[in-house]
């Protein structure tokens, strides 16, 4: 009898402990909240990509006219090579060398892992995302979820029900009306 009181004991301490586990995993709450809809709807954002599509155009533009002049003495050096001694050919590949490096230096300046578009878009975006992701913890904190994903930009959330999308609330919070979504 003192064994079947044992594994009884331990059979009724396993329950508890599942049920408990079972009641704070479903305790849990989530939500999700789609950031391109949140961004799309934030004025600020719309004005800052135009000014980094504006200054990216004109920065291409300026390193294309560096690269054509670099082209255009090329084909210059190229039809004049031959009549040109060997010290002279020697400068005029120098210098063409010099300004296509120069035109692919101001390209990696522009546009390079921490160049002047990374640069200029840390200033105009990373304040909009530190205020979206703000609003996000309050309404989190608010409503009392354990996790919030975001479903935007190939996120791995297959299914989301709508009802727990949370993206307008992230809106309101920070001050900005949007019409309802379906």
Do not use: C
């Given at each position: 009898?003192?064994?079947?009181?044992?594994?009884?004991?331990?059979?009724?301490?396993?329950?508890?402990?599942f049920?408990?586990?079972?009641?704070?995993?479903?305790?849990?709450?989530y939500?999700?909240v789609?950031?391109?809809?949140?961004?799309?709807?934030?004025?600020?954002?719309?004005?800052?990509?135009?000014?980094?599509?504006?200054?990216?155009?004109?920065?291409?533009?300026?390193?294309?006219?560096?690269?054509?002049?670099?082209?255009?003495?090329?084909r210059?050096?190229?039809?004049?090579?031959?009549?040109?001694?060997?010290?002279?050919?020697?400068?005029?590949?120098?210098?063409?060398?010099?300004?296509?490096?120069?035109?692919?230096?101001?390209?990696?300046?522009?546009?390079?892992?921490?160049?002047?578009?990374?640069?200029?878009?840390?200033?105009?975006?990373?304040?909009?995302?530190?205020?979206?992701?703000e609003?996000?913890?309050?309404?989190?904190?608010?409503?009392?979820?354990s996790?919030?994903?975001?479903?935007?930009?190939?996120?791995?959330?297959?299914?989301?029900?709508?009802?727990?999308?949370?993206?307008?609330?992230?809106?309101?919070?920070?001050?900005?009306?949007?019409?309802?979504?379906?």
């Open positions: 009898m003192n064994i079947f009181a044992e594994i009884m004991k331990r059979l009724f301490v396993m329950m508890l402990a049920v408990g586990f079972s009641h704070f995993a479903g305790a849990q709450k939500g999700y789609d950031s391109q809809y949140i961004l799309e709807n934030i004025p600020e954002y719309t004005d800052a990509q135009e000014e980094l599509n504006k200054l990216s155009e004109q920065w291409m533009l300026e390193i294309e006219e560096k690269f054509q002049m670099v082209d255009k003495k090329q210059e050096y190229d039809t004049e090579a031959i009549l040109l001694p060997e010290e002279i050919k020697k400068q005029r590949q120098k210098e063409i060398d010099d300004m296509r490096f120069s035109a692919m230096e101001l390209q990696k300046q522009r546009f390079g892992v921490g160049g002047d578009l990374f640069k200029k878009r840390e200033e105009l975006i990373k304040p909009i995302q530190d205020r979206i992701f609003a996000i913890q309050q309404v989190a904190v608010e409503r009392q979820y996790f919030v994903f975001d479903k935007a930009n190939q996120s791995n959330l297959l299914y989301a029900d709508p009802k727990f999308d949370i993206s307008d609330a992230v809106l309101q919070k920070m001050g900005i009306k949007v019409a309802k979504r379906n």
